[in-house]
């Protein structure tokens, strides 16, 4: 059973593992709910995680996009882009078509 320490699922997790209680299947759902909730909502990991944290992360992700935009065009394979018009934390749909205008063989599907 979860300790009720703080009220935050990854702090009574991360107790539990600690004090060596096993984690029920119950336990890591809920964690893993958390996570998605706070995954979309971009305010809300500002909150969580450190700044630098935040920073190094943003700067790897604007090398890896750099990276592979510049590849794009060797893309021999056919491509399926689903792109969600309800997407809170990137510009999926605008993402999927600049995407698809680059890639030679490229389909997309969206859904609301």
């Avoid at 935050?8 to 759902?29: C, E, F, T």
């Avoid at 890896?64 to 935009?69: H, L, M, Q, T, V």
Wanted: aromatic residues 4%.
């Amino acid at each position: 059973m979860l300790t009720l320490t703080t009220g935050d699922h990854l702090r009574m997790l991360m107790d539990n593992v600690v004090k060596g209680i096993p984690l029920g299947q119950s336990v890591v759902g809920k964690l893993s709910q958390d996570i998605v909730a706070a995954s979309s909502n971009p305010s809300v990991l500002v909150e969580i995680l450190p700044k630098e944290l935040l920073e190094w992360k943003l700067q790897m992700l604007k090398s890896a996009s750099a990276y592979s935009n510049s590849h794009l065009h060797a893309t021999k394979a056919e491509v399926l882009l689903l792109c969600s018009g309800r997407d809170q934390l990137f510009p999926s749909e605008e993402e999927g078509e600049r995407l698809c205008h680059a890639l030679p063989n490229c389909e997309i599907r969206r859904w609301y």
